[in-house]
């Protein structure tokens, strides 16, 4: 057994990892860039290592700091996690020349099943069955020999990114040139295949184990339709469409494919399912690593797929046959990702303000989280990860809305009460699931409006703020009296007592501690936590914020607002495509922002003239961050909103790191 290991990445997965080394008595080395100098996988490991500045390409991706980094520290092994360089073969037989081991498979396995279309050949001659598809350089003719709809995907890459859905095949090229710069900038590879698209299909995966002995047994399914812009967001274990037959045939179709490439670790076979007929499953992909939803494999074996990915490593038999692996229970999984679902759940940024993770009876939270902890638009947006264990399906699913309710992280926008309302759709709650879902029913699960008790907690935390200090002299003019000129004072009590503004009559009162306010609401109380300027309840959250409409109409954000082009999430300016001066047309293509892994697309709002162009590529921008000025031509409708730009943007694919 290794004495001790370097793990190779950050943020949660990066805790967890260590978490078992501890167990296992193994001395952890962690690895960090200068954004991640206070993080909490720094603090939690034995030893850490600067590994350079912030970009990723200069820090986590770069293997001769990471190598260095090992022999500094006398590591012997390296656990890649996942996403970086946990599917890089590069990688791994860079860590073999350097005399470590690669916590991972050989690494001409990460090879071959890495190369979407030699995977799909080699698995397909050891009888596992494929989703019909074409490659390049023929690609545009076999979509099209295909027939709409049809799947881009880059070849060397996974998870989501650079995925294209066609319906429409004249824009067929469009779409294939998008595809191929989001492959090339995220994989260094442009490659392509296309796959015929399944409507309504369920994305269902089937754990591996292999060792170095020739022992391979897979550990059961999980069930990842509910996705958003083909990012996994909710994960269980079993899969509710699944009878024993039908897990069987699927289990031994993913040890033939794991056997074909010579596998040897933890690894997941993806497969696509017809929710109407479960028998006709097709091989999509293998992931040659350890995947996000991880855990509920684990809480429904009883086994930490860490462990046996050292135990592998280090060159342990597996002591177990298929025969002995049973699942009990159930387990659901929720991603807590720093992104805005009202804003059309673009990345977020910010500094965690209050912290509050559940745990307890049923209940696991993994996450790479502190408070204090600046969370910025570098790396992906996944911050933690909610599981909850039942032994049923309704129970885990009772279990993760309680604890995703119970989830509060102030100061950054998450997902957190969105996926609550999501586990609490008649769809979901019936295991009627596909991997449409999510965008059908989103637009629902969105509140249209802030509830008033939301308003009257923040009057009350803005209020509280202004009392007067005990003790010394007062400003008589800075006491919130309700004192006015020439009119009848209106006083102003602590707690606040709310009216109604027609009868006066009172209709609640607020009370405040540090952490929390209670607003009492028509005889219902309503308490919600608070730091700072934010608000959270349920998982939801809200920052108050002053609004001036003097400054902001001489800022030019009302009703020359129509005109800008602002930044919809904090990140970075990465493709120009006009000038000042260049005449444009509505809806047409400007700029491109990158943030958290997620290609943001800026449109024109109406034809016009650039009159200001604020940014060029790599400009960092922060949100709502002013890009470029159209002012429109003399027959644009003169009709545009006075309260904000209309929403003339397109999003990419986001990175999953699954």
Not at 322 to 347: K, M, N, S, Y
Request: negative net charge; proline residues 8%.
């Amino acid at each position: 057994m290794f004495d001790t290991v370097l793990v190779a990445n950050r943020g949660e997965i990066a805790v967890r990892v260590i978490r078992t080394l501890r167990a296992l008595g193994i001395r952890s080395v962690a690895v960090f860039s200068d954004a991640d100098t206070d993080a909490r996988h720094v603090r939690e490991a034995d030893t850490a290592v600067r590994i350079g500045p912030a970009p990723a390409t200069e820090s986590y991706l770069s293997a001769d700091r990471l190598l260095e980094a090992a022999a500094r520290t006398g590591a012997r092994a390296v656990h890649p996690g996942y996403g970086f360089l946990a599917e890089n073969a590069p990688f791994a037989r860079a860590c073999a020349d350097a005399g470590l081991v690669f916590i991972g498979p050989p690494a001409d396995a990460i090879a071959l099943m890495g190369d979407k279309i030699r995977a799909k050949e080699t698995v397909s001659a050891a009888g596992v069955p494929v989703v019909p598809g074409g490659r390049d350089p023929e690609l545009a003719e076999a979509a099209r020999a295909l027939g709409a709809p049809v799947l881009l995907k880059p070849s060397a890459g996974g998870g989501g990114k650079g995925m294209r859905l066609v319906r429409d095949l004249t824009a067929l090229e469009e779409e294939i040139s998008a595809a191929r710069r989001e492959a090339a900038a995220s994989f260094g590879d442009d490659t392509l295949l296309v796959e015929r698209w399944i409507d309504r299909p369920r994305h269902i995966e089937i754990q591996i184990l292999a060792d170095a002995h020739g022992n391979v047994v897979h550990l059961g399914e999980r069930e990842c339709s509910l996705q958003r812009r083909h990012q996994k967001v909710i994960e269980e274990a079993p899969s509710v469409l699944l009878d024993a037959a039908t897990r069987a045939a699927m289990g031994e179709a993913a040890v033939q494919a794991a056997r074909s490439c010579g596998y040897v670790g933890a690894g997941t076979v993806e497969f696509i399912v017809p929710g109407g007929d479960p028998s006709a499953y097709s091989f999509m992909e293998m992931n040659t690593r350890l995947q996000v939803e991880h855990p509920v494999t684990e809480l429904v074996t009883g086994l930490d797929l860490v462990e046996w990915q050292v135990r592998v490593a280090a060159g342990e038999p597996l002591p177990f046959t298929q025969d002995a692996v049973t699942l009990t229970g159930h387990a659901v999984e929720a991603r807590i990702c720093a992104e805005d679902p009202a804003r059309g759940f673009l990345p977020t940024g910010g500094t965690v303000l209050l912290l509050d993770e559940p745990a307890g009876d049923g209940v696991r939270t993994d996450s790479g989280l502190s408070e204090g902890d600046a969370v910025g638009s570098r790396y992906d947006p996944m911050l933690s990860k909610v599981i909850a264990y039942g032994p049923d399906r309704a129970s885990a699913l009772r279990t993760l809305r309680a604890a995703l309710a119970a989830t509060v992280t102030l100061g950054v926008t998450t997902n957190a009460g969105f996926l609550r309302r999501l586990l609490a759709h008649p769809a979901v709650v019936a295991g009627d699931l596909d991997t449409g879902l999510v965008e059908r029913v989103a637009p629902d699960l969105v509140p249209a409006h802030v509830p008033e008790e939301v308003y009257e907690a923040a009057a009350a935390v803005r209020l509280d703020a202004l009392r007067p200090a005990p003790g010394g002299w007062t400003d008589p003019f800075s006491v919130p009296s309700g004192w006015r000129l020439g009119g009848t004072p209106h006083p102003v009590a602590f707690p606040l007592r709310v009216t109604d503004p027609v009868t006066h009559t009172p209709r609640g009162t607020h009370t405040l501690t540090p952490t929390r306010v209670s607003v009492t609401l028509d005889g219902v109380r309503h308490t919600f936590h608070r730091a700072g300027d934010w608000l959270g309840r349920d998982g939801d959250s809200w920052q108050v914020r002053d609004h001036d409409p003097v400054a902001a109409a001489l800022q030019g954000t009302t009703r020359s607002g129509a005109d800008s082009l602002t930044a919809p999430m904090p990140g970075t300016v990465t493709v120009v495509k006009v000038a000042v001066g260049d005449e444009v047309t509505a809806g047409q293509n400007l700029l491109v922002v990158e943030a958290m892994k997620m290609e943001h697309v800026i449109s024109a709002p109406h034809a016009g003239t650039v009159t200001a162009l604020d940014v060029t590529p790599g400009t960092t921008v922060a949100m709502d961050q002013t890009l470029a000025v159209i002012t429109p031509a003399p027959d644009a409708s003169p009709d545009a909103p006075t309260d904000s730009p209309p929403d003339t943007s397109q999003d990419a694919p986001a990175k999953d790191p699954s």
